[in-house]
């Protein structure tokens, strides 16, 4: 599909993006705080009805695979994009939504697997798509649930909800302060001045993301299980401070302290990178976007050796302000902030390096920050 041709009529064409996360990364779903933002890459959705009762007509534009399912009568399949659709279906329909048969086409420029939310980013724009088009009546915040649902009961990712607020509430050139209990957000105005963020796709994606993603959740959990006995009022780990847990460390394995440990530090990060931030002090904030990725490394496990390597490369170049995995770990991307004059010496460096000992090449994005969810 080229999206820049006229559609039919009664079509309707909606565009939601990925997304980048300074800072707070497996804390959205310990009821904590992160720091995303909307990027200037999205997946487009073109949907018009089709005049059927019950028959969903999906294509992949890019790969030009077609999907049909009947929208009374479907179920996951192993893997695949297919399950981010259906599972939008799904959790609409469990909200009620009468949808009819529609035929739709997607294509997107997200890269897949990087860390930046292509999934988000998809279930977003169908699910606003849908919403449009059979005038659902839907806000965004059922949007936005829904979209998460989808892939906790449709991909089997028990996944928090910091992906799909950014793709469906980013604003540009800003990132959200989020607060992943009362959903409450806010705006702040992101120029680095002299700097600039670039990522690195480190362009593996291992096999464990989702198995571990959902262990780190269940295992966090069980921190919150054993800290209740002493303080029943404890929800989850947002609620607990770093001296209440150091105060647990006897009870608890060594494995649910260091995980407690990342959620509760990485939190206080976020809001000391805000603060950072709004003083203009991108020494500070790189500083803790390095703690964050060792704290994602050493004690939440979720790094792996490529994106280790990235970060390595950059340390002991003062150009660098910070450098981290981004996302759910195990692959995917890294995000820097470093000077701008150095960025073309930078990436020559590392790529090189990174194909010397990995055997790998990676992909250098300079995203910038763009708007959420729009129907264009
Ligand atoms: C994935 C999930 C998010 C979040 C991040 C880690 O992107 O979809 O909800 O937990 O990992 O911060």
Request: proline share 3%; aromatic share 8%; charged share 20%.
């Amino acid at each position: 599909m080229d999206m820049s041709k006229k559609q039919a009529p009664g079509t309707i064409t909606v565009q939601s993006p990925g997304r980048i996360n300074i800072i707070g990364e497996h804390t959205d779903y310990n009821d904590g705080f992160v720091l995303p933002a909307a990027i200037d890459k999205k997946i487009t959705v073109a949907m018009r009805r089709n005049g059927t009762t019950n028959m969903a007509n999906v294509t992949d534009t890019k790969q030009q695979k077609v999907f049909l399912f009947d929208l009374q009568n479907f179920a996951p399949r192993e893997q695949g994009w297919h399950n981010y659709v259906m599972g939008v279906v799904h959790e609409l329909q469990q909200l009620g939504a009468e949808i009819g048969g529609f035929d739709a086409e997607f294509e997107g420029d997200v890269p897949i697997g990087g860390g930046m939310s292509s999934s988000a980013a998809l279930e977003c724009s169908f699910a606003v798509a849908l919403n449009e088009l059979f005038n659902l009546g839907f806000d965004k915040w059922q949007l936005i649930k829904a979209s998460q649902m989808a892939e906790h009961n449709f991909v089997g990712i028990k996944c928090g909800i910091m992906d799909q607020v950014a793709s469906v509430m980013g604003k540009k050139d800003h990132v959200m302060l989020l607060d992943c209990r009362s959903l409450e957000f806010q705006y702040f105005p992101f120029e680095l001045g002299d700097y600039q963020l670039l990522l690195l796709n480190s362009n593996v994606s291992h096999s464990l993301a989702s198995s571990a993603y959902n262990t780190r959740r269940a295992e966090c959990e069980e921190g919150v299980a054993i800290l209740q006995k002493t303080s029943p009022g404890i929800v989850s780990l947002r609620d607990v401070t770093m001296e209440q847990l150091v105060a647990c460390m006897g009870k608890m394995p060594e494995t649910i302290f260091r995980r407690s440990h990342h959620v509760i530090s990485e939190n206080k990060r976020v809001l000391d990178a805000t603060q950072a931030i709004l003083a203009g002090d991108f020494k500070a904030l790189g500083a803790l976007v390095y703690q964050s990725h060792f704290s994602l490394q050493n004690d939440y496990k979720v790094s792996c050796p490529e994106l280790d390597f990235l970060v390595e490369q950059t340390l002991g170049k003062d150009y660098v302000l910070g450098s981290r995995m981004m996302g759910g770990g195990f692959g995917g991307c890294t995000i820097n902030i470093l000077e701008k004059r150095r960025v073309a010496e930078f990436v020559e460096l590392v790529s090189e390096e990174y194909r010397k000992r990995l055997g790998v090449d990676l992909t250098p994005i300079e995203v910038s920050i763009g708007d959420g969810t729009r129907c264009v």
